[in-house]
């Protein structure tokens, strides 16, 4: 049980599009997502954390209206990266937790974006 | 900023010795888990340990947490080159949200 996906695993788009990245809860509803960012040779950073039906909230040095986070449903949450440029490029994961699940926290495969 | 830090860096062992790494942290946390990550590649959940435990085993892997001291270790026992990977702790706060240490990069030559 626990599981996430996400979608799509690799994304390669020109600079100036926007992309949007899917994360879901297979087998729970997910109360609380968690997006990650994930930097060549470096530590996840936590971007934001998106309650169900509520706005998300950005941890410092995170744009809101450049990555908007959409959590709509207990198993969906989703992330565009608006106007990628190729530092954006980077592995984007996401985690959910969910009732019941005592704060653990079950992470997706995540999604490689490379802006060219 | 990174709650956590880990040390060292970088490990370099042969096959079948034993590795360890420490992980350390600087707020209150409810739990701590600990993951592997293969080059690219999604996180792989290895073991979590509770504020109120102290020490936890799961197969080869041992995990030792001091919330005195703010600190946690990863063993790897009799370790195998499979096992060449990024490990990372994360501390995670009543509000849900892991804080991910710097990661340590293991290599086990066979």
């Known amino acids: 049980g626990a599981v996430v996906s996400q979608h799509p695993s690799r994304v390669i788009c020109k600079s100036g599009t926007s992309v949007k990245i899917e994360c879901r809860s297979l087998?729970?509803?997910?109360?609380?997502m968690f997006w990650y960012r994930q930097f060549p040779k470096q530590s996840l950073m936590l971007m934001a954390t998106?309650?169900?039906?509520?706005?998300?909230?950005?941890e410092q040095g995170v744009e809101k209206d450049k990555f908007l986070i959409n959590h709509a449903s207990l198993t969906l949450s989703t992330l565009t990266v608006t106007s990628a440029h190729p530092e954006d490029s980077s592995f984007y994961i996401c985690?959910?937790?969910?009732?019941?699940?005592?704060?653990?926290?079950?992470f997706g495969p995540g999604t490689r974006l490379t802006v060219l | 900023s990174q709650q956590g830090e880990e040390d060292p860096q970088a490990l370099s062992i042969q096959e079948g010795e034993n590795a360890t790494m420490n992980c350390s942290y600087k707020t209150s946390i409810n739990n701590l888990q600990w993951y592997r990550q293969n080059s690219g590649r999604g996180l792989v959940h290895l073991i979590l340990?509770?504020?109120?435990?102290r020490e936890k085993h799961s197969g080869r892997l041992r995990v030792t947490l001091d919330t005195s001291k703010k600190s946690s270790s990863l063993l790897i026992t009799a370790s195998r080159a499979a096992d060449t990977a990024s490990y990372f702790c994360a501390g995670n706060t009543n509000a849900g949200k892991s804080t991910f240490g710097d990661g340590t990069t293991l290599t086990v030559k066979p």
């Open positions: 340990i509770r504020s109120n435990e």
């Open positions: 087998d729970f509803q997910a109360t609380t």
């Open positions: 985690s959910a937790s969910g009732v019941n699940l005592r704060n653990e926290q079950f």
């Open positions: 998106s309650n169900e039906g509520s706005k998300a909230t950005y």
